[in-house]
């Protein structure tokens, strides 16, 4: 079992950064594959981006290439999502997912969640 918990939400404007962090409780999180998803109001969830177990790959949905930027630190059970040039379609819950081996596609197959926590945007 995982569980996690998102922080570092809040009220930014266009333009802004902010960093989300996700902290993961157990001994292992080195060997789950973490993932990050986003809920606008009245949309459906959406995946946002993945890295993997080690850190050494991620991936990432084509609308916040370039401005996002996923991190982990194993040491610390957390994982970061680095937002940049943030912009007012980036309002919505952000969530982080984690999934053991086999990893799979990296938008798929997750098996635990956090509550996620909120980004709004303000122009």
């Known amino acids: 079992q995982v569980q996690l918990a998102e922080s570092g939400g809040g009220l930014v404007q266009a333009g802004e950064s902010l960093t989300l962090s996700c902290a993961a409780s157990?001994?292992?999180?080195?060997?789950?594959?973490m993932g990050w998803f986003r809920q606008a109001p009245g949309m459906e969830r959406e995946f946002v981006g993945f890295i993997s177990g080690s850190g050494g790959f991620t991936y990432y949905t084509d609308s916040v290439k370039g401005r996002f930027t996923i991190s982990r630190d194993n040491a610390k059970n957390t994982v970061y999502l680095q937002m940049n040039s943030l912009k007012l379609e980036d309002t919505a819950v952000y969530f982080c997912?984690?999934?053991?081996?086999?990893?799979?596609?990296?938008?798929?197959?997750?098996?635990?969640w956090g509550k996620g926590t909120q980004v709004t945007v303000s122009s």
């Open positions: 997912a984690a999934k053991g081996p086999p990893s799979g596609r990296p938008s798929m197959g997750y098996d635990y």
């Open positions: 157990g001994r292992t999180f080195s060997s789950y594959d």
